[in-house]
T-cell receptor, first 116, second 114 residues
Framework: QQQVKQSPQSLIVQKGGISIINCAYE??????FPWYQQFPGKGPALLIA?????SEKKEGRFTISFNKSAKQFSLHIMDSQPGDSATYFC???????????????FGKGTKLSVIP | KAGVTQTPRYLIKTRGQQVTLSCSPI?????VSWYQQTPGQGLQFLFE???????NKGNFPGRFSGRQFSNSRSEMNVSTLELGDSALYLC?????????????FGPGTRLTVT
């Protein structure tokens, strides 16, 4: 079964700290790994994404680390701010043509609270 | 560029009724995907349309259907509504040109079935 397991379910971080969210996948056909941020009442917003040909990608305060052999990837939020408080979802998909391509398989989400 | 728009934003329906939700993708995007979001099951893929053709379908009963028009706008329909269909229905669009695989979500339609 195609699954993406995400942990932790919830995370409380002090302002200025580092938030780390982890995901693990099973399907070796996955080759595209995005992270989404969702605020209450809004749709998920694409934060950052990575392909397996690199081990790390950084955009501003957000970094994805990718370990292909372990089939794991993680999101690091540096200098976490109260405005980062939201639910974060990891996802994975295969971009090869054919059945199942492009559909995102999501983790269950991590509710991040950044306290002042 | 305007983002993905979904209408209506909120809907209340009764068991047994049917409902149609609409999605307008980002201009130039040819792929539209639909997802269901519930507290228990999370985000689950429903189906994806590309150039008016359904390319992929998730594990949902046949009561869930969709279509895409020549202008890439998409609709999804749920017939014979059940209480368990109460959810946030999200539409995502993607250009899928070259190496671009990003999917951008709309605000969703909150469906409540009573």
């Amino acid at each position: 079964q195609q699954q993406v397991k995400q942990s932790p379910q919830s995370l409380i971080v002090q302002k200025g700290g580092i938030s780390i969210i982890n995901c693990a996948y099973e399907n070796t056909a996955f080759d595209y790994f995005p992270w989404y941020q969702q605020f209450p009442g809004k749709g998920p917003a694409l934060l950052i994404a990575i392909r397996p040909d690199v081990s790390e990608k950084k955009e501003g305060r957000f970094t994805i680390s990718f370990n292909k052999s372990a089939k794991q990837f993680s999101l690091h939020i540096m200098d976490s701010q109260p405005g980062d408080s939201a639910t974060y979802f990891c996802a994975a998909s295969s971009t090869y043509s054919g059945a199942g391509s492009y559909q995102l398989t999501f983790g269950k989400g991590t509710k991040l609270s950044v306290i002042p | 560029k305007a983002g993905v728009t979904q209408t209506p934003r909120y809907l209340i329906k009764t068991r047994g009724q049917q409902v149609t939700l609409s999605c307008s993708p980002i201009s130039g995007h040819r792929s539209v995907s639909w997802y269901q979001q519930t507290p228990g099951q999370g985000l689950q893929f429903l189906f994806e349309y590309f150039s008016e053709t359904q390319r992929n379908k998730g594990n949902f009963p046949g009561r869930f259907s969709g279509r895409q028009f020549s202008n890439s706008r998409s609709e999804m329909n749920v017939s014979t509504l059940e209480l368990g269909d109460s959810a946030l229905y999200l539409c995502a669009s993607s250009s899928q040109r070259g190496a671009s695989y990003e999917q951008y979500f709309g605000p969703g339609t909150r469906l409540t079935v009573t």
